[in-house]
């Protein structure tokens, strides 16, 4: 059966790193048939969270009219989310950090909405080629699963790379892409 996939990147290079595995994620799920929407996190306006309690008050998740709002309805519809990041201090890309805080309106009390994420995938890269440079975005990742009670998550987590094109050494493109194959 075909999933919603919910593809969210960080990367603001088109042809970088993070975005080239971000392609073949999708391409690898449509091949499968599977109905995907990427969200450009880096490339669009998204404010912070402000904690003011007023979630969905006038039907939009976030009382800050930004690019959130925009995505809100794949967010709902979406049984798989995939996080796609470059790591630059050893956590997520700004972008991609502001938009995990505004999933927040999906648990306060008055949401009163249940999101269908039943998987979760997190493809990272980084310059460094210790992999405990990985650390810190796996500890975040794993609070978005654990708060939405998601338990199936899969990690391509890629060491080494910064220049445009350094992605293209190894089998990481094709294991991104059979990664996305594999979503059914």
Not at 18 to 40: P, Q, T
Not at 57 to 65: A, F, L, N, Q, S
Not at 166 to 173: F, S, V
């Amino acid at each position: 059966m075909a999933k919603n996939v919910l593809v969210i990147t960080g990367s603001a290079r088109k042809e970088g790193n993070s975005m080239s595995l971000a392609y073949a994620f999708i391409k690898g799920a449509r091949v499968s048939e599977n109905a995907v929407h990427r969200f450009d996190a880096a490339n669009k306006k998204i404010l912070p969270c402000r904690d003011c309690e007023n979630c969905w008050r006038r039907g939009k998740p976030c009382m800050i009219d930004d690019d959130f709002n925009t995505v809100a309805p794949y967010i709902q519809v979406s049984d798989i989310l995939v996080i796609v990041t470059p790591i630059y201090f050893g956590g997520m890309a700004a972008s991609v950090k502001l938009f995990v805080d505004k999933l927040y309106a999906y648990l306060v009390p008055q949401s009163k909405r249940t999101l269908k994420i039943t998987k979760a995938y997190l493809i990272a890269v980084c310059e460094d080629k210790d992999m405990e440079m990985f650390a810190g975005v796996k500890h975040e990742f794993k609070t978005i699963l654990d708060s939405f009670n998601i338990t199936d998550a899969e990690y391509l987590l890629v060491p080494g790379v910064k220049n445009i094109g350094d992605i293209n050494q190894g089998t990481y493109l094709n294991d991104a892409f059979e990664m996305g194959k594999a979503v059914k």
